[in-house]
């Protein structure tokens, strides 16, 4: 099974309350690569069902103009879930987000009831991709069982408020906090061949402290951040999408290595720097990202 | 009978009112008239006080009588007391049939409604009515009609004669013994008084009240002494934090940024931004935020606004105090730093007559290149509501929005496409309170539409590339695809007010509103 939409561009994926119409009426206007729509966490005890039953309504009606529509359900630990996934399912969800994932086995029961929901609502097999959230030190130490453990898993998220409980310290800001988790999700997120995502920024009125948090998780590898308010996207898209100068060098690359590979020469140089194939799967990167973010304009 | 906006108006209703239909814009220019003038009982003796100890005393020495026609400005919007002191002493004194002419009438006037229900009250005559009077109106309490008129209509019904004023009451924050009146200073201070200029020019008789007494003279005046009749003191004329609010908070909600941005980039991108240019913006969370943008580019390109004119707030006093514009034209202030901002040079009050009068030789709002406005609903054809809720029920206030729609060069309207759960681009909006060929460019959350009329603006905008543009049709088609296409509201037979057109002309008609009930299958 191979879906396309496991390598999906996702810069950016908006948390919105299932329970707040208004949110969930047309998010698309602010052009998120994904919305995460929460029944968990956001969702009061009591209104657990009417949430499920605005998301189910929302994913029939609403026409999401291509954004990836996310179901985060209510914890495994919890009597929701099962019905969560057949709502989501039944509704026509691209993914479901697992919460507090800490075993391999926690994607596998979730993995089977989606694939019971699928079958129960006519949907194709594999349509519904999962990802899973790690929200614990345990979580954070079987990441790469985690990630290995479906085909249908598209990506690891952190969830930094439960894990640094876990851990027994706090956001700070600084990111002191979070630097083993996020280093350990992302080498075991590329280990895998999955992608990996930031936990959220909460801080609204620290609109710089936010730029330099997604610049450092942009840097340590990270495939996209979760965020809570429109006002976050520009910046983490910004953040995100190539810049022209390191389009056109890695046109160059990709052009130069394909030329030269066919001459039979192995290193040479563009603009002055020393370039062989072990640039090219980067250059490529760049080309891909720059085409999903909608900002290449070349032929490659 | 049918009108240029397609709006059939009752032949009785036209009767009734003496008006013609609404035939375009420009119908009445280059017409002539003569103004009506007001009694003027003259004061030449020097003994002569005009203090009366109270409004009952103001009443009975203005000869108040059943039928008598009330003039009230509303710069203390919510804040205002003077138009409920007065009518609940009208009330006591038994006094019936009373016509109210106030620039508007807002929920500070709930207290109006038993007077209408009684018969007090029988005619109103205003911008628009939010609140309680709105619902009663709508419920068909008012036994009269309610004529719903502009700003600028408002002093061109009065000048033409068509209303004539027996006794304007003027809540003035400062005022001598011998009536000259300033909105500025006192505890209940507004700014400006610009709509009550014509209350002065033209009532048959001018009380001044005031809850703050200065030495005379209190000049320079915004009404001056030679137009009032009586000065009336009394505890309390307006609450100041419903006056004027503190500024606004800068919005953070992105669904008006982005318009604000759409809006911002339509005004840069079309050809009166050059400058000089003149501009008038609201108070809205886009329009504020679209203001301030605009500073920024106007900044890096070197441009600067010539003037801006109409009802003032911080984002625009911000823009005299930063140099870029020329001057500030207020009618009114509404936050506390356009009332500071009043007392600086370059920032002129105005009167109402001559921001926005279609009725004169020549209004501020012909001068404007653009103006920036919103609406409940714009349809399809360009039409905007800004009175009548989708509800049918009377909820808003037409202000100045048809004098600088029609003014201005580039009128620019901002709605968001959905609001609540009501599609505000449609077919056919639930009352025409602006004509469509005023309006030419709709900005929305979904994208921006140009009316086909400005072939020059759409052209502009294409070659700009700088925001997504729609047809009005499509903007249409995406909010009933939201929404669903709403049912009409249902309406009774009896009209319950009417909307002026800016020339005294029939626009359209409100109804009384009845209960929905659904259709049998």
Redesign the interface.
């Known amino acids: 099974m191979s879906n396309p939409n496991k390598k999906r561009l996702r810069r950016t994926m908006m948390f919105l309350n299932c329970q707040k119409p208004g949110l969930i009426?047309?998010p698309y206007?602010?052009k998120p690569d994904s919305i995460m729509l929460d029944l968990e966490d956001a969702v009061a005890e009591k209104e657990k069902d009417a949430a499920r039953y605005s998301l189910f309504h929302a994913l029939r009606e609403?026409?999401y103009r291509g954004v990836e529509r996310v179901v985060r359900i209510n914890g495994l630990d919890s009597p929701y879930w099962r019905e969560d996934i057949r709502c989501a399912v039944a509704g026509g969800c691209d993914s479901i987000r697992i919460p507090k994932t800490e075993s391999a086995q926690d994607v596998h029961v979730v993995e089977e009831a989606v694939i019971a929901a699928e079958k129960e609502f006519g949907r194709e097999e594999g349509s519904v991709l999962i990802m899973a959230a790690l929200e614990s030190a345990r979580g954070i130490m079987k990441a790469l069982d985690i990630c290995e453990a479906s085909d249908r898993l598209f990506g690891i998220a952190l969830s930094g408020g439960d894990y640094t409980k876990d851990l027994q310290t706090h956001i700070t800001g600084t990111g002191i906090e979070l630097m083993g988790a996020r280093q350990n999700m992302v080498i075991a997120a590329r280990a895998a061949g999955v992608q990996c995502f930031d936990t959220v920024y909460t801080d609204?009125d620290d609109m710089d402290g936010f730029r330099k948090d997604v610049e450092a998780i942009h840097l340590m590898g990270f495939d996209g951040k979760s965020i809570i308010?429109?006002?976050q996207?520009e910046i983490v898209h910004d953040i995100y999408t190539p810049k022209q100068k390191d389009i056109i060098f890695a046109e160059k690359v990709v052009k130069e290595i394909d030329d030269k590979k066919a001459k039979g020469i192995g290193v040479f140089t563009v603009d002055g720097k020393m370039i062989d194939i072990a640039f090219y799967d980067g250059a490529k990167r760049t080309i891909e990202l720059a085409k999903a973010s909608g900002v290449y304009e070349g032929d490659l | 009978m049918l009108n240029k906006v397609g709006r059939e108006i009752p032949e009785e209703i036209l009767k009734q009112t003496g008006k013609e239909v609404f035939q375009g814009n420009y119908y009445k220019d280059n017409t002539e008239f003569k103004k009506q003038g007001p009694i003027t009982k003259v004061v030449m003796n020097h003994d002569t006080s005009k203090m009366v100890s109270s409004i009952h005393e103001a009443l009975v020495k203005c000869g108040a009588h059943d039928g008598m026609t009330l003039g009230f400005h509303h710069h203390f919007r919510d804040g205002d007391l003077v138009v409920n002191m007065v009518m609940q002493e009208v009330h006591n004194m038994g006094i019936k049939d009373v016509t109210i002419c106030a620039s508007s009438l807002g929920k500070a006037h709930d207290a109006l409604v038993p007077m209408i229900e009684d018969g007090t009250i029988t005619n109103i005559q205003s911008s628009g009515v939010r609140g309680k009077i709105g619902e009663a109106i709508s419920q068909g309490k008012l036994k009269g009609l309610a004529i719903m008129r502009s700003h600028g209509g408002r002093i061109r019904a009065i000048q033409t004669g068509e209303t004539v004023i027996d006794i304007s009451f003027i809540g003035a924050p400062t005022c001598d013994d011998y009536g000259n009146c300033k909105g500025v200073g006192g505890k209940s201070d507004c700014g400006v008084l610009s709509y009550s200029f014509v209350d002065g020019n033209h009532a048959n008789k001018v009380v001044a009240v005031t809850d703050c007494l200065v030495p005379f003279p209190n000049y320079p005046a915004d009404i001056n002494m030679t137009k009032v009749d009586y000065v009336c003191v009394v505890d309390q004329i307006g609450v100041p934090e419903k006056i004027a609010t503190g500024a606004a908070k800068p919005t953070?909600d992105?669904?008006k940024l982005?318009m604000a941005d759409y809006c911002t980039q339509v005004v840069v991108n079309t050809p009166y931004f050059k400058d000089g240019f003149a501009y008038q913006t609201g108070v809205g969370g886009a329009s504020i935020a679209s203001a301030a943008s605009l500073g920024k580019i106007m900044k890096e390109r070197g441009i600067k606004m010539g003037f801006a004119v109409g009802g003032m707030s911080k984002g625009m006093c911000d823009l005299l105090d930063e140099g870029l514009v020329g001057k500030l034209l207020d009618t009114q202030d509404f936050d506390t730093s356009a009332v500071e901002s009043v007392k600086r040079p370059n920032h002129h009050r105005i009167s109402a007559g001559a921001y926005a009068n279609p009725f004169n030789k020549g209004a501020f709002v012909n001068k404007l290149d653009y103006v920036v406005l919103a609406a409940l609903e714009v349809d399809v054809d360009f039409n905007c509501n800004v009175v009548v809720g989708s509800d049918g029920v009377i909820t808003g206030a037409q202000g100045g929005h048809p004098d600088a729609a029609q003014g201005a060069k580039c009128t620019i309207v901002i709605s968001p496409l959905?609001q609540g759960r009501i599609p505000a681009i449609c077919s056919k909006v639930t009352t025409v309170t602006t004509p469509g060929e005023s309006v030419d460019i709709v900005v929305t959350?979904?994208g921006v539409a140009v009316n086909p009329a400005r072939q020059d603006l759409l052209d502009a905008l294409k070659e700009a590339k700088c925001v997504p543009l729609r047809t009005i049709e499509e903007l249409r088609d995406i909010a009933y695809?939201?929404t669903g296409e709403p049912e009409p509201v249902q309406f009774g037979d009896r009209v319950v007010g009417i909307i002026e057109g800016r020339d005294g002309t029939v626009m359209d008609v409100v109804r009384q509103v009845k209960p929905f009930t659904f259709a049998e299958d």
């Open positions: 009426k047309d206007i602010y609403i026409d609204l308010n429109p006002r996207i | 953070t992105v669904r982005m959905v959350d979904y695809s939201i």
